[in-house]
């Protein structure tokens, strides 16, 4: 199938416009959703077909559907902004789609054409537009995903999947609203080896690393850091983000994507900023323990973390078994501040944008 727009069914019960507003005064992340959604089939023998935007409903599964059992899935986050200029825009969808088809392809399941992709984000925000909380920085984010939809109890890849996208509208990722984050470092738990599926963005990643946000939370911190599988001792990334270290001599660095982590967009967007603004940019392995050593002795001046969810968050305060230590004063820094402005005001029409990574929508 070709990319013109889908075939459209309104929602003929969407949410009233007195409880949008209500729900959009404060939306925070990912509770609350618009009134369609976008579904594309694809079958071995047909290829892709049947792609639409209806109203946004819940799924019948037959109970023996593949993902239920094997978790074949894979699924994308990325936001729409309203601009400056009150038009509507993405930033770097076709990053998300061809990891999306990365993400496929190390999951056995097909690749969805970049244009498709595009398109079912496009419309979705199109048709919903009505959705942008009008908070500071609210946006509309998208979740494209994919699931294994054969009925089948044998373990292969499924002749059939289920590609869809929902909206929610976004206003922060962080519930509490602090100005940095607490960290703690997972020392039992690892999120991938090489060899697996640390750089797919695929469901099965986070549910095993839910064990150790949990032991986040109970210990007052708000996001795991996984260290590498091999030696526990090289930082990767957080649950949800990728992370950067800044130092007293102006260099930056952040952990490399060598197939245990995910390549983030954002992390992407950010060496760019980075670099020209003049910073030292380096992708390079960094220990826990020189974290700790470099912080105390203020060697690193800032650490933050950044993904779409959380856009860029300073990193406060690092917590284990072994103890604590705090970064720089333990709030935002400086150049994680302009780094942040930067982006943002890129993402939202405010900045011109040289790079061209904000599609316009309609
Ligand atoms: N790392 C993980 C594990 C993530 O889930 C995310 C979020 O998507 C990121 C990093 C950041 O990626 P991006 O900047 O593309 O959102
Ligand atoms: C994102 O930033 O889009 C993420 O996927 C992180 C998290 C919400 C899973």
């Known amino acids: 199938m070709t990319a013109g727009a889908f075939p459209f069914e309104a929602n003929p019960n969407p949410v009233d416009d007195a409880r949008r507003a209500e729900l959009l005064a404060d939306p925070g992340f990912g509770r609350v959703f618009t009134d369609h959604m976008v579904t594309i089939r694809y079958s071995d023998d ?9 109203p946004r409903a819940p799924l019948t599964l037959d109970p023996a559907t593949a993902v239920l059992h094997y978790a074949q899935e894979i699924f994308e986050g990325l936001k729409a902004y309203r601009l400056a200029d009150g038009t509507m825009a993405l930033f770097r969808p076709e990053q998300n789609a061809r990891r999306f088809q990365r993400s496929a392809k190390r999951l056995a ?11 079912s984000c496009r419309q979705l925000v199109e048709v919903d ?17 994919m699931i294994a939809s054969e009925v089948f109890l044998g373990v292969k890849p499924s002749a059939e999947y289920l590609y869809m996208v929902i909206a929610s509208a976004a206003g922060n990722y962080f519930k509490s609203g602090a100005p940095a984050i607490k ?3 997972s020392e039992h738990y690892t999120r991938a080896a090489p060899g697996g599926t ?3 963005k695929c469901g099965g990643n986070y549910a095993s690393s839910l064990v150790a946000q949990s032991e986040a939370i109970r210990n007052g911190c708000d996001q795991v850091v996984f260290l590498d599988a091999a030696e526990h001792r ?12 800044l130092f007293d001599d102006g260099t930056l660095i952040t952990p490399p994507t060598d197939g245990t982590i995910l390549e983030g967009i954002t992390r992407e967007s950010i060496i760019e900023l980075a670099r020209e ?3 030292n940019v380096r992708e390079e392995r960094y220990a826990i323990d020189q974290w700790r050593a470099d912080a105390t002795s203020g060697k690193l001046v800032e650490a933050f973390a950044c993904g779409t969810a959380a856009v860029v968050t300073p990193v406060g305060s690092v917590h284990s078994t072994n103890g604590s230590f705090t970064i720089g004063a333990g709030g935002p820094g400086q150049i994680t501040q302009q780094l942040r402005g930067k982006l943002v005001n890129i993402q939202r029409g405010i900045a011109p944008d040289p790079h061209g990574w904000v599609q316009p929508i309609g």
Request: hydrophobic share 45%; glycine share 14%.
């Open 183 to 185: 960290i703690w470092v």
């Open 109 to 119: 399941m097909p690749e969805l054409p970049e244009e498709l992709f595009l398109q």
């Open 234 to 245: 090289w930082i990767e990334e957080l649950g949800g983000m990728n992370l950067f270290f």
């Open 198 to 200: 640390g750089a797919a």
């Open 46 to 54: 047909k290829g892709w077909h049947d792609a639409k935007v209806g």
């Open 129 to 145: 537009q009505h959705w942008f909380p009008p908070v500071e920085g609210g946006s509309i984010y998208l979740r494209p995903f």
């Open 277 to 279: 603004q003049g910073l």
